[in-house]
T-cell receptor
Framework: GDSVTQMEGPVTLSEEAFLTINCTYTATGYPSLFWYVQYPGEGLQLLLKATKADDKGSNKGFEATYRKETTSFHLEKGSVQVSDSAVYFCALSDPPNTGNQFYFGTGTSLTVIP | GAVVSQHPSRVICKSGTSVKIECRSLDFQATTMFWYRQFPKQSLMLMATSNEGSKATYEQGVEKDKFLINHASLTLSTLTVTSAHPEDSSFYIC?????????????FGPGTRLLVL
């Protein structure tokens, strides 16, 4: 079945460091891929998404490219800020095969220190 | 972007009482909404899919008589935790689906933290 595997955290970085959070997926068909961010005490916010192979989603300096050949959707940011401290979830949606259900990774906690 | 609200944001109740949580899509209509439960430091677990005008579809292991879901309109779904017990304490998050096909996206509410004493 469909699933998402995320790198385990927690991740601690200094401000302005480069960030990569790995995400790989398994899917029957051609899913859409998402990154969500959850700030402390809040719900999930959509950060970016990509709906087909080679698409690049980007938002707030974060980027992720849909790589079909490696079944990956790694999240990157060139220079993190303290305000980026949050939990990041990779997710996929594969409606033709799994209906409306989203599959989430386990989340990666990021702490950015000044 | 699409906005989803939840009310209340936080609730504390006594064991044995029922609690209702509302989920609203504020600027779009959602025929489908979802209810998730999140335990501390864990990912979201889908509890049920709520469809406007029809019965909810529950995931395996979720008690439909305990977690009552009503999707009364295209902008409102409610989750009622009946006869709540301390083990029901959790963070409940709803989402509403917008768009179709490849443009389909789920937008999440801010969550409701339930504490049952």
């Amino acid at each position: 079945g469909d699933s998402v595997t995320q790198m385990e955290g927690p991740v601690t970085l200094s401000e302005e460091a480069f960030l990569t959070i790995n995400c790989t997926y398994t899917a029957t068909g051609y899913p859409s891929l998402f990154w969500y961010v959850q700030y402390p005490g809040e719900g999930l916010q959509l950060l970016l998404k990509a709906t087909k192979a080679d698409d690049k989603g980007s938002n707030k300096g974060f980027e992720a490219t849909y790589r079909k050949e490696t079944t990956s959707f790694h999240l990157e940011k060139g220079s993190v800020q303290v305000s980026d401290s949050a939990v990041y979830f990779c997710a996929l949606s594969d409606p033709p095969n799994t209906g409306n259900q989203f599959y989430f990774g386990t989340g990666t906690s990021l702490t950015v220190i000044p | 972007g699409a906005v989803v609200s939840q009310h209340p944001s936080r609730v504390i109740c006594k064991s044995g009482t029922s609690v209702k949580i509302e989920c609203r899509s504020l600027d779009f209509q959602a025929t489908t909404m979802f209810w998730y439960r999140q335990f501390p430091k864990q990912s979201l677990m889908l509890m049920a899919t709520s469809n406007e005008g029809s019965k909810a579809t529950y995931e395996q292991g979720v008690e439909k008589d305990k977690f009552l879901i009503n999707h009364a309109s295209l902008t409102l779904s409610t989750l009622t935790v009946t006869s709540a017990h301390p083990e029901d304490s959790s963070f409940y998050i709803c989402s509403a689906q917008s768009g179709q096909g490849s443009q389909e996206t789920q937008y999440f509410g801010p969550g409701t933290r339930l504490l049952v004493l």
